[in-house]
């Protein structure tokens, strides 16, 4: 062997024992790679919370639907069968039955609790109309219009009445003023549960309603049911 070829196998071997990678720890190896990873540089791109909240949810929602198909006979076809019969059985019904109406009852009665007089409620009717709040204006006379029949003994003081059934039973005794009580009761239904806005024209019609009400006299043979002719 020359010197030349002896120096080179030399630098060699060398060169492959210097080559030969170390062996790190386990933990130590992971801790620095959770150090390098940790950089800002790693994240510029990453989800804000927003997203990834959302993201979640949407996973949630996947998951949930995956399941779901999986159980109902089927799978994701019999599931949509599922919902658009469900969803047919609920048309149905609602074409049936309509919307849901009121029945006589304390939520619908026409006065609260706290029991006041017909002046009372023309006192709180002029006040609400006074700053333009329109709609506890009505119903506020609606109040007084029913509440001053009753004082004057053409209804019966009768807990939960509603205003048509009110307007209906006067409009026996005061036949004269029968439209206006059904007008004036339907007025009140209107902005109580039917969730129209009244104004200051619908007011001064119960106003002028409640007005000519207490010039009429009744018909008491009518009011009365069994009184003499």
Do not use: C
């Not at 599922?82 to 006589?104: D, S």
């Amino acid at each position: 062997m020359s010197t030349t070829g002896g120096a080179t196998t030399a630098r060699l071997l060398t060169r492959t024992r210097n080559d030969v990678p170390v062996d790190t720890p386990r933990v130590p190896a992971r801790e620095a790679a959770e150090r390098e990873l940790s950089k800002p540089m790693y994240h510029e791109n990453d989800p804000n919370l927003l997203q990834r909240g959302l993201n979640r949810f949407w996973d949630w929602i996947g998951n949930l639907f995956d399941a779901t198909s999986g159980a109902a006979p089927g799978g994701p076809l019999g599931l949509l069968v599922i919902f658009l019969v469900v969803i047919a059985l609920a048309a149905a019904l609602w074409w049936r039955l309509g919307i849901p109406q009121r029945t006589a009852g304390s939520a619908d009665s026409l006065f609260d609790d706290s029991p006041r007089s017909a002046s009372e409620h023309r006192s709180a009717a002029e006040a609400h109309a006074d700053a333009g709040r329109w709609n506890q204006a009505v119903q506020e006379r609606m109040r007084a219009i029913v509440r001053s029949l009753e004082e004057r003994a053409l209804l019966d003081p009768r807990p939960g009445r509603t205003a048509d059934e009110a307007a209906a039973e006067a409009g026996r005794s005061l036949p004269d003023h029968a439209d206006g009580l059904r007008a004036s009761a339907l007025e009140f239904d209107d902005v109580t549960y039917g969730g129209r806005t009244a104004d200051r024209g619908a007011y001064r019609r119960l106003r002028d309603l409640d007005t000519e009400l207490e010039r009429t006299k009744p018909l008491l043979s009518d009011a009365v049911p069994g009184a003499a002719e």
